[in-house]
């Protein structure tokens, strides 16, 4: 398997470990949601590198949801230190929300 | 990381507010007797204050610690603050409440009027350094800010009229002042602030893309004309035709608001709409009667003092207990459970399992609570109208079961222990 590939899997597996992260009020995971910018697996310094937003800035449940990804990450990864940063920039808006999150929202 | 407010601060808030309101439903049926005489009643000033005061007031400071870093996207200015403006509030309250309650006007309620404007005061600065270090202004913080500008007014002009009362030293006796002390409560404090955080808010639950800021600062414009025009008519022109002017500048906001409500329901991606969201949906409704009745006092204005007296009743009534009160009983439930939530499952999240907030109140108890609540509501608005003390009764029991229930709900959130799902 080469670099690329496995860091392609590695981001796979990260995925399905934030699906287990859900947003307390809307009940939909993280990813649906739209809240995990990028995930970026550095082998030689063993980094995990996860660009996240939240839906609004100094969101009352912020502090649980990057909790709950930095849980899950350095659960399914233990191997690995996490790096985690919080972004605004783009800001999060609806349309972020996958087509499974509208899906979940509408029942 | 952004720091959110600590769930500490917060907290004591809902507890107190919880309390108030319980006492407010047993002080409300011990008035039942006196709702057939003039609303100037000691025990109504007692019920009215404890409403407006205890329970509407506490909980929506408490919430506002909360909600404020959301509207303006910055921290709370200070911890410290908040516990001090919680500390002051939670002394003067019950001194004035007992101040009214036994028409001892004096030193006790006085002082209990003092601390509740310091209250309000250090409320106000930590509110006031928190927008200015966020450099984030928004229409909703601006509603917000203003609203606490108009408490301010209305209980600095409170306790003018307690001195007042002891020792005449304003135009008019006190009596001449209640109109504007409680509409400066009601609209300048309670709807402005309801607006500004439900403009956030309603959208932010129901996940809608509809935005406005044109509209709500036309809503915004609006009512405080509505309050200016008020306050101006109430101090130099007599009741007459003009004070319909405010009215329909307010009217014309409400309905302007529900326009927003409505369009961001319409545009929602989250189509279910939970419990909670319902019974404070409910509260746009409830706002509806109070105004017509209100229409109708002025309108009485010109006929009778008698069928005045009873429209003014029951208008006040379902303003504190309608109303204001509907919003927090279903707002309750959507913000609490978070923050205890919060609290206890902050460090297990993504880490297996854990309950969701809503599973930390008891669903059955929020619907007896409900359930006891609209009728209660229902029947002592007919007892006020039809003046039968039986419906009163019947009423006020229906309130105290649902303040009961509310209480019992909410200490089962406050005690929630971490469990597994």
């Not at chain 1, 809307?26 to 809240?35: A, C, K, Q, S, T």
Request: aromatic content about 12%.
């Amino acid at each position: 398997m080469n670099e690329r590939t496995n860091n392609s899997v590695k981001c796979a597996m990260a995925l399905t470990a934030l699906y287990q992260v859900f947003d307390p009020e809307l009940g939909i995971n993280v990813v649906d949601m739209g809240l995990i910018y990028a995930i970026d697996f550095n082998e030689t310094k063993k980094q995990i590198a996860c660009e996240m937003t939240l839906s609004t800035p100094f969101c009352p449940m912020g502090d649980s949801i990057t909790q709950g990804v930095k849980n899950a990450l350095e659960q399914a990864f233990p191997e690995y230190t996490l790096s985690l940063e919080l972004t605004f920039d783009p800001p999060w808006t609806q349309e972020h929300i996958s087509e499974e999150g509208r899906i979940y929202l509408n029942n | 990381m952004m720091q959110t407010t600590s769930h500490r601060v917060v907290l004591p808030f809902y507890f107190y507010a919880a309390l108030a309101f319980l006492a407010g439903t047993v002080l409300l049926f011990d008035a039942v007797p006196v709702f057939s005489g003039h609303f100037f009643h000691p025990k109504l000033l007692a019920v009215t204050h404890c409403m407006a005061l205890g329970w509407g007031t506490m909980m929506i400071m408490g919430a506002a610690h909360q909600l404020v870093p959301v509207l303006i996207e910055g921290k709370l200015y200070s911890n410290l603050a908040a516990y001090l403006s919680f500390g002051l509030a939670a002394l003067g309250i019950p001194l004035l409440i007992y101040g009214f309650y036994t028409f001892s006007l004096g030193h006790t309620a006085q002082l209990g009027g003092i601390l509740i404007v310091a209250s309000i005061v250090v409320y106000m600065i930590n509110l006031a350094m928190s927008m200015a270090q966020s450099n984030n202004e928004n229409v909703h913080a601006v509603f917000v800010f203003t609203a606490t500008l108009w408490l301010l007014a209305t209980a600095s002009l409170g306790l003018a009229l307690l001195f007042n009362f002891t020792t005449l030293f304003m135009l008019k006796d006190s009596l001449g002042y209640l109109s504007l002390h409680a509409h400066m409560g009601i609209v300048g404090w309670f709807l402005l602030m309801i607006m500004g955080v439900g403009s956030k808010l309603i959208p932010m639950f129901l996940i809608s893309k509809y935005t406005n800021t044109r509209l709500l600062w036309a809503i915004f414009i609006l009512i405080n004309l509505a309050l200016l025009s008020f306050v101006f008519l109430n101090l130099f022109i007599a009741p007459g035709i003009l004070h319909l002017l405010p009215l329909l500048a307010g009217g014309s906001a409400v309905a302007l608001f529900g326009y927003y409500c409505f369009a961001s329901a319409k545009d929602r991606i989250r189509k279910k709409v939970d419990e909670q969201m319902k019974l404070s949906l409910l509260s746009v409704l409830l706002l509806l009667i109070p105004m017509v009745l209100l229409l109708l006092v002025v309108g009485s204005l010109f006929v009778y003092q008698k069928q005045q007296n009873t429209l003014v009743l029951a208008y006040g009534f379902l303003v504190f207990f309608g109303w204001i009160s509907s919003i927090i009983l279903g707002m309750s439930f959507k913000t609490l459970p978070f923050i205890v939530w919060n609290k206890v499952y902050h460090q297990q999240v993504g880490l297996g399992t854990t309950p969701n907030p809503k599973d930390l109140f008891n669903s059955t108890l929020f619907r007896i609570m409900a359930l006891s609540y609209v009728p209660g509501i229902l029947i002592f608005t007919s007892g006020i109208l039809f003046r039968l003390p039986v419906l009163l009764q019947i009423g006020a029991a229906g309130l105290f079961i649902s303040a009961l229930f509310y209480n019992w709900n909410i200490l089962k959130i406050l005690n929630h222990k971490a469990v597994k799902a």
